[in-house]
Each structure stands twice: as structure tokens, then as C-alpha cells.
């Protein structure tokens, strides 16, 4: 027959790629098991997800080095999801059947919430970042450290002690700006009933659109309601934007601004805009900064990227706790029931047993029970000066705000 | 009333940036009729490889700015050559889809090269902020403003007066009879795409400074051609008052409307302002009604 | 162009969508093939092809108001996301049966998609095009701002189920999927065979001279936008009751925009298009997928798994390439194949619009009509 064309041959190809799924059977030989990572490496959270996902990459690459978990190696899973459902729940449904699939981390509220009722079904373990509501509706899904609610409930404390140190009477105003998605609210879902609580009035809150590049607006109608606080959501560099703005109309010089866990890290936003984000107090539930880069830890990151420490993000770090808490699980469940019968259902078992694993100082000790699924309890408070990090408390135990709301 | 001006006045000084972007897409219409999507890559590309120049290289500032205006010409000569050449004589329609096309494909290599990171451009522009009357008007604002009209006036100028201006105009014309007076229409538009590509860089280097390079900087070029549709896709005046009209509108209407309905009247308000523009006068403020015969 | 010895003797042989005896059994064992193919639980294969037949239904209406109505319309992904909340919020908070919501959320879909194709009386073309991606910007803020929908924390509606037998698994949400798609890829071939095909048909080659010859323009325009909007409200309803997650940000700019890709990719005027553009386009895309940790570790300046950017890099590069080279499509290509294969060893066929013998040569470039609708 004639020549069949490029396209015809270009269309063989291409179904024989599709045809052709690689298995895990390269790793046949050894014993292990495997970690899935739902992440954005190249949207809006992608300066959160990037230096995170190394962190377990290293960590797991230090692990195996060191000959894994009793002879058991853990395979390393990173998906780019583009913060995309669609994209996250196919990635999910292609490496579900990876050998020994024990945790997926789903590092997005909305992607959280949609995977969830698939890991369900296999129950397989689910981390997500921080919804309370996970807490509240008990499942097989774990949250990474203290629930946004609480944190947002710490910060309302410090809040009201710092308005009392500088000797004002009354209340503070405080106001809240953040993404307009499940994430931005869901620190209001706990947070607002607390603020009632400790009789701290909350300004009406406001929410952007995670692509929006100016937040003047915003800001302008919280300042004309007479904010003194304004608590910044958002995954740096967000919040690193939203305060460059409020410093450009001249807000931070009467207004206290404060950050999330995701706020303004040394190589990304306290780097970008040193003076804007100058007095700036972050709330976190890791340790960052100067702190941080001096773990031990933290040397895996010149050994394994090659990068000067300057350029080391804190989430990096704080990625590795997600690989210690899946060592200590995988100990304890292959104690209890041995490599062979290692399944999802054994890993969920385990992880209800690590309350008060220390995760060797990075965070708070984990609190992971079977009627608990917040990570750990504690939080620290860090300020901005002159273009670091540097804390201003030691850890503090959260408050419980998930119980306040009605989920 | 000084939030109403607050809101305003900011609204305008940003609406300056937007009708740079809608003038290179005016005046890539104008020659070529064709309708390009591809600007907002072009400023996000722009002001990406001014960063590279002044930060990444420690170049001065006007050696940066030089190379950057090299670096905005070979792209959007680049464009112009390889994906937009190969279909004249086709449909207008498919080249709008084409420079859709240059959008994605450029979006994806901008989003690898970013990583969802943010670069901020070093302050090269006074970072102060005059208090007039109760209203906070940054000086960098207006020193862009500034810059935005004076890229105006010289478009203006090079269409008047320059050889290669009036040529540009006669093909905006009639292609055919500017080819029957000698000139070159291949030329032009290339000449018209390194030019667009110009000014969009300039609208990307002064948006960049304000808003900083981040992944959703080259979706701007979405609201330029709204502005450009506002105001008459052949006309640059038409654009300049757009653009103006756009920024306060965004501004008011974000600061008005939205504790009424809960937000995110912002990003709405330029696109109810299009639809309604279209259905009501569908070829902008200024620009010419065409005719159409079977 | 016919395979040698058949002919057309009657009228309803030359309208027929399937034409031989041996068209009959290709469909047939296809079809059976198509049922059969959960029973080899291929867990992945099983989501992608669901995820390719929802597709391919949104495609389908998109061709019918772009590809046979000439009218361009960027709406798809708010379309569909009408149709997935309405599905979601009769069946969650009014009761609803799935059984009933899919054709209410098509119809509420289609509706609204009067609304939104009214533009297309006034303006056309580019103009249009600007016109829908304004009311997909429109349509996306309403829902994010009502409370009914879930505002930005989305719904969560139940699978479908007859009965007590639940369609929790992909497996058996593919018989219902697949099923659909039959459906609504028959009434799309069909629809275009008949008077309102032809009337569509008609607009999109000059709509002044259609109006001029008696096609009332409002009627079939508007039509044509409830049919598309129709065939996406379906397909949302059937990826809320799939996915189990209605969610705003699953419905962007970014999902209308490679709507529209695959369908240029694909081929804008014939039903086959679609289908080629879906399958193409979403195939690249789980390739890029599956080999960008091998392109990661090979080119390290790429960065950490650069999966999705590299596919939309992919997907402007091969949009680039196919309007250069190939603006009608794969479908075109497809069909110089079949004229070549039915024609082999002869070298010509009879141009019926030039009047000619032309040589038919495999792949070219400039090859001219065939008298197909394009």
C-alpha cells in the first residue's frame, strides 16, 4: 500500500503510548511502599507545594539511603495538578494501583474535599492542609497541624494581648482578608463564633479571587471601617502582595497586619518586599526563619539540591514532617501486621497511634489520635524585622475553635 | 467623597496602563485586521526579561530598558513571522484563533519559567506617596500615567509624520491599493508587530512595577482587548479614553457593589461593560461602522 | 465518496448515516465491544474513557453552534457548569431522582443558553466570540456569589442509583455515560441531516443570503444555542453525579478555551471531528502527563514534574501547527485517507465542484472539496 502518512503512523504511536502503563514492577525486587502527592507545582500555590514536595522527597531519599523502614523503601509520588479537580481526581485514579499506595497528600482544600470520597472507598490515608471541618467529621482524613480555625483563634489571643500591651482600652478591630475559595473560608468557620466569644469585634471580611494582581479596594474599605488589625490569608506570594498594597496606600503604618501559615517566607515574599513586610506577624505551627535553617534537617537541602542556605524556604522543612509521620506509621504498622498484609486500612490504624510523636522539634508534637486528627496542637508567633524571620513566642497551645461552628 | 476620589483616581492611574495594552492591540488591528489575544504574553514577557536585565544582570536601567525593547521585538517579530505569515489570504477568524494559540503556548512556557513564583521588579521609580487633601496618590502612578501619555502622543506623532506611520495607515486602509503605491504590506506588518510588541513591553514593564510578575499578569491582555472593543478597534484616542474609563470603573464598581453582593464586583465589571458595549454599540466608541454585503 | 459498487438508489440510501452491510457490522461489534469493555477492569482506562465521553458530548454541541452554525461561542464550560449545579441542587436540596435531573439540568441549561446566544443575533464572528467569554465570566460570578449553589465551597452530589443499586464506580457510571453519549452523537448526526441541519448549515455559510432566502435567523440562531447549551447541561450533570464535587473552579476559562481547540484540532464541520479532536487533544494530554517525570530527570531546567504547563505548551504548539498545515482538521485528514484507501490503486477521483478528474495523493496539502459540508 502507499506510504500510510505521518499521521496514521503518529496515531499508532500515540495509542501505543497510551496502551502502555508502567507498572511498579521495576521496584518488584525490594520490598516498598508508595506516597502520592496531589500538588500544584506551577499555579497559585506552587510556591508553597514546590519546596514542600522536595522536602519529602528528600527526606524519603534519606530514608532509603539509610536502607528504609525495616528494609522497606518508599516509592515518592509527586503529581502536578495545577490546583485543577478534574486533573487531581485522574491523577488520583492512575496511581491509585501503585504497589502499596498507603497515604495520598492532597494539598488543596477543594481537591481535599473531592478525592476524599475516593481514598474513602480504597481507605487509603488522606492528609489535607488545614480544614477544620475534617476534624469535626471524623474520617480517613488527617490534617497537617492545628486546623485554620485555630490558628485563626490564636492569632484573636495574641491579638488582644499585644492591643493590651501597648496600653489601648477597649477592643481592637480587627479585619480579615483572603482568597475567595474554600481555603480563604474556611478560617472563618470556627474563627468568627471565637471572635464572638472573646468579645473581639470582626470587621465585615473580604475576599479576592486568587489571581487578582491589586488589592487596593479591598483594603481601602477595611481600613474606612477603622481596622487596627488585619489578619492576611493566602498562599505566599498573596499575602506578601496584599501587604505591598496596603503599604503603598500607607496602611501599615497605622494598621498591624498579620499572615497565615502560608505567610511571607525569607527567599519569596520577605526577599520581594523587605519594607512593606516590615513588623509583619506571622502565625505558624512550624518553625521558620533563622530557626528553621538551623534544624538539622535543613542540611539535606545543600546535600540533595545543591542550593545556598539563603534560598532554603521553611516549608521545606515542614514538608519533611509529612515524611516523619509516615516513617513512624509505617513502623508501627508493620509491627502490627507485617509487610504483607500492609494496607491502607493498617497505615489509618498506625496513624491514630502517633499522638505525641515529637517530629524531631520542626512543629508541635503530633496529636494524631483516634478521636483526634489535628496534627499537633501548638503555635508560634514570628514577627518580620529588617528582612528576617525571627519569633516573637515560644508554642503556645491553640484554641479549639472547630467545636464553635456548626459544620 | 475622598473615597469616591481615592477610588477614582487610583481607577485612572491604572486605567493608563490598560489602554497601553489596548493601543498595541489597536494598532495591530488597524494594519493587519487582525484581532490579537497574543498581547498580554507579550508585556508579561516584556517586563519578565526586564527583570532578567536589571535584577538577574545588574545592568543600568536604560541599557536594560534598551535590551528589553530588542529582546519585545524579536518576539513579536517572531510571532509575526512564523505563525501569522503562513496564513494570509485565510480567513481573519483563523488568525484570531492563532494568536490565541501563541497565548496558550507562550502561557505554558511563562508558567514553567515562573513556577507560580512572584518576581518583583527593583524600585526604579520614586516608591513615595503624595497625601493631597486626604488622598494617597503614589508618584510612581504618575510618573507611569506619565510615560503611558507620552506613548500615546508619540504614536500619534510616528503616524503623522514618519514615512513608515503613513504607510501604516494606508494599509490600515485598503491593502491593495497601499500594495499599488509601492508599498511593501509584508513590511508593514511586520513592522506593525515589532511596534505593538513595543509599547505592550512598556505597558508590561509599568504594570509589572505595580502588580509584579505573577502567573495571572498576562491574562491583562484579556482586559485590553476589552478596552479596545470599548473604544473602537481602529482607534487609538478611542482606546486612551477606554482604558480610562475601564480603570475607574473596575475601581468604583469593586468599591461600591461589593459589600452589596459579596464581592468580586472587580473582575465582573469590565465584562458586563463589554457585553454591553457589544450589544448595544458593537463597534466601540470610535470606531468606523462597517458594512457588510452579500 | 461511496466504496466501489455501492450506489445510492434511493432517497433514504443516500440521507442513511450507516450506508452498507458492512457498516451495519462494524457498528454492531463496536458497540459490542464498547459495552463489553468494563468486564477487562482496566481501572484507568475505564475513567478515561468516561472522562473522554463527557467530553466529547460538550464538543458535540459546540460543533453544532460553531462547526454547523458558524456562530462561535466560548460559553461551553459555563454551560456545563449550569447544567452540573442544577443537576447537583435538584438532587440534593429538591429531591430530585438523577433519572429526572439529567434531562432538567439539559433543559435548564438550554434556557439559559437563549440568554446567553442572544448576542449572537446582533454581532458575529470575533465580536461573538468576546460576547461568550463575557458571559462565561458573567454566569461563573453568579454562581460563586449564591448561596443556593454552595458559593466558592461547592456541592457534593450523591451517584446515581435505580432502585437500591447504587453507580458508585466508575465501571458502572460508564454504562450510563457511554450510553448518553450514543444518544446524543445520534441525534447530532441526525439533526444535521434534516431541514434544521441544512438551515444551520445554510447561516454558517452566509447568513445574509440564508435570511434573504427565508431562514428566519433569530429562530435558528437561538436554536441552535439551546441545542449546544442543551448537550453541555447534560454532559455537566453527568460529570457532577461522575466527579461527585460540583466546584466553580472545575468550570474555567482555560476548560471553553480547549473546547474550542479540540474542536479546530479535530475539524469543524464534520460530526467525526469531535470526536478526533477529543480523543487527540485529551490523549496529549495524559501523555504529557505520563512522561513529564521522565522529561523532569532529563531536563532538570524544567523543574519539579512541569506537568500541566507542558501540556499547555503542548496544546498551543499543536494548535499552531494544525492552523498552519491542516486548519480543516484530523476529520479531513481522515477523510483524504478513506478516499485514498477506497480508491486504491487508481490515482484520480471525479471533483464534483470542479468538474474535473484530480489525483488523489496521500497527504497533501491543498486537497479541494470533496462536496461534504465544510
Known amino acids: 500500500m502507499r506510504k500510510a502518512g505521518g499521521g496514521f503512523i503518529f496515531i499508532i504511536l500515540v495509542s501505543c503510548l497510551l496502551l502502555w502503563t508502567p507498572k511498579g514492577d521495576s521496584w518488584a525486587q525490594e520490598k516498598t511502599v508508595t506516597y502520592l502527592s496531589l500538588a500544584d507545582y506551577t499555579g497559585p500555590i506552587a510556591g508553597l507545594n514546590v519546596p514542600a514536595d522536595m522536602g519529602v522527597e528528600d527526606y524519603f531519599k534519606e530514608l532509603n539511603a539509610r536502607g528504609g523502614v525495616e528494609g522497606v ?42 478525592v476524599g470520597p475516593l481514598t474513602a472507598r480504597d481507605k487509603i490515608v488522606q492528609l489535607v492542609p488545614g480544614d477544620g471541618e475534617f476534624q469535626a467529621k471524623r474520617g480517613r482524613v488527617f490534617i497537617w497541624g492545628p486546623a485554620y480555625q485555630d490558628s485563626f483563634a490564636a492569632a484573636l489571643d495574641w491579638i488582644l494581648g499585644d492591643w493590651k500591651a501597648r496600653g489601648k482600652s477597649g477592643v481592637p478591630k480587627v479585619g480579615f482578608i483572603s482568597w475567595d475559595n474554600p481555603y480563604g473560608k474556611e478560617f472563618l468557620r470556627g474563627g468568627r463564633e471565637y471572635a464572638e466569644k472573646i468579645g473581639v469585634p470582626l470587621l465585615k471580611p473580604e475576599f479576592f479571587p486568587p489571581g487578582a494582581l491589586d488589592h487596593t479596594v479591598y483594603l481601602t474599605r477595611l481600613a474606612t471601617a477603622g481596622a487596627n488589625y488585619i489578619f492576611a490569608g493566602g498562599v505566599d506570594p498573596t499575602p506578601t502582595n496584599v501587604i505591598r498594597d496596603a503599604h503603598k496606600l500607607g496602611l501599615t503604618k497605622t494598621i498591624q497586619f498579620l499572615a497565615d501559615y502560608w505567610g511571607p517566607t525569607e527567599p519569596v515574599g520577605v526577599r520581594a518586599h523587605p519594607e512593606a513586610l516590615e513588623g509583619t506577624v506571622i502565625t505558624s505551627y512550624y518553625l521558620r526563619g533563622e530557626e528553621a535553617k538551623k534544624h538539622p534537617l535543613a542540611a539535606l537541602w545543600k546535600k540533595y539540591r545543591g ?101 | 467623597m475622598t473615597n469616591f476620589l481615592q477610588l477614582a483616581i487610583t481607577g485612572l492611574l491604572t486605567g493608563g496602563l490598560y489602554a497601553m495594552v489596548g493601543a498595541a492591540i489597536v ?89 507560580g513564583e512572584t518576581r518583583t521588579l527593583p524600585h526604579f521609580l520614586s516608591t513615595e ?153 458593537p463597534f466601540g466608541l470610535f470606531g468606523l461602522k462597517r458594512i457588510e454585503r452579500i | 465518496m461511496l466504496p466501489c459498487g455501492v450506489y445510492n438508489e434511493r432517497y433514504a440510501q443516500d440521507m442513511a448515516v450507516v450506508r452498507t452491510k458492512r457498516h451495519w457490522a462494524i457498528l454492531l461489534i463496536s458497540l459490542f465491544l464498547l459495552y463489553l469493555f468494563p468486564v477487562f477492569d482496566l481501572q484507568y482506562f475505564i475513567s478515561f474513557i468516561n472522562y473522554l465521553c463527557i467530553t466529547f458530548i460538550i464538543v458535540l454541541g459546540l460543533q453544532v453552534v460553531t462547526g454547523f452554525c458558524g456562530q462561535v461561542s466560548f460559553g461551553q464550560a459555563a454551560f456545563m457548569a449550569i447544567g452540573a449545579y442544577t443537576s447537583a441542587i435538584l438532587t440534593l436540596k429538591f429531591g430530585f431522582s438523577f433519572w429526572l435531573a439529567l434531562p432538567l439540568s439539559g433543559l435548564s441549561a438550554g434556557v439559559i443558553g437563549l440568554i446567553g446566544g442572544a448576542p449572537s443575533l446582533r454581532i458575529k464572528g470575533f465580536y461573538l466570540a468576546m460576547a461568550t467569554l463575557a458571559i462565561h465570566f458573567l454566569i461563573m460570578w453568579l454562581i460563586m456569589h449564591l448561596e443556593i449553589t454552595g458559593s466558592t465551597q461547592g456541592l457534593h452530589p450523591a451517584p446515581p442509583s435505580i432502585g437500591g443499586f447504587e453507580f458508585d464506580s466508575d465501571g458502572k457510571m460508564y454504562y450510563i455515560i457511554v450510553s448518553v453519549m450514543l444518544l446524543m452523537t445520534y441525534g447530532a448526526k ?80 464534520l460530526t467525526a471531528g469531535a470526536f478526533f479532536g477529543v480523543v487527540f487533544l485529551r490523549g496529549l494530554d495524559e501523555l504529557v502527563m505520563f512522561s513529564s517525570p521522565f522529561l523532569a530527570s532529563t531536563f532538570p531546567w524544567l523543574g519539579t514534574h512541569p506537568a500541566a504547563s507542558l501540556g499547555v505548551t503542548a496544546f498551543g504548539l499543536i494548535l499552531i501547527i494544525f492552523l498552519i498545515f491542516e486548519p480543516r482538521g484530523i476529520a479531513h485528514r481522515w477523510e483524504i485517507f478513506k478516499t485514498s484507501y477506497r480508491l486504491y490503486p487508481f490515482a484520480y477521483y471525479y471533483n464534483s465542484s470542479s468538474r474535473k478528474w484530480d489525483k488523489v495523493i496521500f497527504p497533501r496539502w491543498d486537497i479541494p472539496d470533496y462536496g461534504y459540508p465544510s
Request: aromatic letters at 12%; charged letters at 15%; one cysteine or more.
Open chain 1, 73 to 114: 523503601k518508599v516509592k515518592f509520588i509527586g503529581v502536578d495538578t495545577r490546583y485543577d479537580v478534574a486533573r487531581a481526581v485522574s491523577a488520583y485514579k492512575r496511581y491509585r494501583t501503585e504497589t502499596k499506595l498507603l497515604v495520598v497528600n492532597a494539598i488543596s482544600t477543594g481537591i481535599g474535599k473531592a
Open chain 3, 190 to 269: 441526525n439533526m444535521m441531516r434534516t431541514r434544521l441541519g441544512r438551515a444551520f448549515v445554510a447561516i454558517r455559510d452566509n447568513d445574509l443570503a440564508a435570511e434573504v432566502m427565508g431562514i428566519n435567523l433569530y429562530r435558528y440562531k437561538l436554536l441552535a444555542f439551546f441545542i449546544s447549551c442543551f448537550y453541555a447541561g447534560i454532559a455537566g450533570s453527568l460529570w457532577a453525579h461522575w466527579i461527585m464535587v460540583v466546584h466553580p473552579e472545575q468550570f474555567t476559562v482555560l476548560h471553553a478555551v480547549w473546547y474550542v481547540g479540540m474542536l479546530i484540532v479535530g475539524g469543524m464541520s
Open chain 2, 27 to 115: 494598532l495591530v488591528y488597524k494594519s493587519t485586521h487582525v484581532v490579537s489575544l497574543a498581547h498580554g504574553q507579550f508585556l508579561a514577557f516584556g517586563a519578565f526579561f526586564f527583570y532578567i536585565f536589571i535584577s538577574v544582570l545588574d545592568l543600568p536601567f536604560w541599557a536594560a530598558i534598551l535590551l528589553t525593547f530588542l529582546v519585545a521585538a524579536a518576539i513579536g517579530l517572531a510571532a509575526e513571522r512564523f505563525s501569522l505569515r503562513p496564513l494570509i489570504g485565510q480567513p481573519l477568524f483563523s488568525a484570531f484563533l492563532m494568536t490565541f494559540a501563541i497565548f496558550m503556548t507562550m502561557d505554558g512556557i511563562f508558567q514553567l519559567i515562573l513556577k
Open chain 1, 307 to 407: 542550593k545556598p542556605y539563603e534560598d532554603l524556604n521553611e516549608v521545606y522543612p515542614n514538608g519533611m514532617v509529612w515524611g516523619m509521620d509516615f516513617e513512624e506509621g509505617l513502623k508501627i504498622a508493620l509491627k502490627d501486621v507485617g509487610y504483607e498484609k500492609l494496607n491502607g486500612e493498617a497505615m489509618f490504624q498506625a496513624y491514630q497511634k502517633l499522638t505525641g510523636f515529637k517530629r524531631q522539634g520542626i512543629t508541635g508534637p503530633n496529636a494524631y489520635s483516634p478521636t483526634s486528627r489535628r496534627g499537633s496542637l501548638e503555635i508560634k508567633f514570628y514577627r518580620v524585622k529588617s528582612a528576617k524571620v525571627i519569633p516573637v513566642t515560644e508554642w503556645k497551645k491553640a484554641p479549639d475553635a472547630v467545636s464553635l461552628h456548626k459544620f
Open chain 2, 129 to 281: 506617596t503624595l497625601s493631597v487633601g486626604g488622598l494617597n496618590i503614589p508618584t510612581g502612578g504618575i510618573l507611569s500615567f506619565g510615560v503611558a501619555l507620552a506613548m500615546f502622543s508619540l504614536l500619534g506623532l510616528f503616524f503623522r509624520f514618519t514615512k513608515v506611520g503613513l504607510g501604516m495607515r494606508a494599509t490600515a486602509e485598503d491593502h491593495q491599493l497601499a500594495q499599488s503605491t509601492g508599498i511593501s504590506v509584508r513590511t508593514i506588518f511586520s513592522i506593525v508587530w515589532i511596534v505593538s510588541a513595543l509599547v505592550a513591553a512598556v505597558a508590561g514593564i509599568s504594570l509589572a512595577r505595580v502588580m509584579d510578575i505573577h502567573y495571572p499578569l498576562p491574562w491583562i491582555g484579556v482586559k485590553g482587548l476589552v478596552v479596545a472593543l470599548f473604544g473602537g478597534l481602529d482607534s487609538l484616542p478611542g482606546a486612551l479614553l477606554a482604558g480610562l474609563i475601564l480603570g475607574m470603573l473596575e475601581n468604583l464598581s469593586a468599591g461600591y457593589l461589593d459589600p452589596l453582593v459579596g464581592g468580586g464586583v472587580g473582575d465582573v465589571a469590565a465584562y458586563v461593560m463589554l457585553l454591553l458595549i457589544l450589544l448595544v454599540k
